[in-house]
């Protein structure tokens, strides 16, 4: 498992606190009395769950598929959080079987509480560095620009790069080779994308 936390990363709502205890695969997240219990195990792989935090109702709860909802809703992590009055206390991605956790600490928090596990061990990062981690530990590519009709295309690959990454055009798909570079796609209709299989949210990383 890959964890980082992000202390002083969001907004305090009162004298709140947030805990994280792991008992194997199962993660129980808790926002003061509230629990939110998640299997890791039954998580599909290639998925992103999010731990929210409704500012209107001030429920807090499981979103699993976040990347999907963000392609219905063609926003971006950021819009929708603040579009809905969404917090986004933990994202869990899983990718070649392993776990990719980010923990975002509300004001005046530097440690992670818990019972069973120190995550004081664990790396502890600013929120500027949310995007450099995930280039680092997930797969992505870079838009290398357009030469007509030519969308240049370059795939790079992190350390959880066992997942295949794709191009596709439409509703197909097809997989780039974990050592190929540099390729060049042409598309007919003028849009490129990239991500995990069978995406729709153009222009966006996955």
Known sequence: ????????????RGEERIKLNIEGTVFHFFHDEEEVIIETA??????????????????????YNF??????LDMTPKEMLRTLSQRGFMQIDKCGGELYVKVFLPEGEA???SDTTNFSEFRH???DRIHPLDWQYRPYGKTCGWKGNAFLFSPAFGLL???PLYQSRRADA?????????????????????????????????
């Open 1 to 12: 498992m890959h964890l980082f936390v992000f202390p002083n990363a969001m907004p305090r």
């Open 42 to 63: 039954l998580l599909r792989d290639g998925s992103s769950t999010m731990v929210l935090n409704n500012t209107i109702t001030g429920k807090t709860y499981a979103l």
């Open 67 to 72: 990347r999907e909802i963000l392609e219905v």
């Open 111 to 113: 440690e992670l509480l």
């Open 125 to 127: 990062e600013t929120v």
């Open 161 to 163: 790069d066992e997942t």
């Open 174 to 206: 097809g997989t780039y080779g974990r050592k190929e570079r540099g390729h060049v796609y042409i598309y007919s209709n003028g849009s490129g994308l990239c991500g995990k299989s069978k995406l729709s949210l153009q222009g966006k990383s996955h």
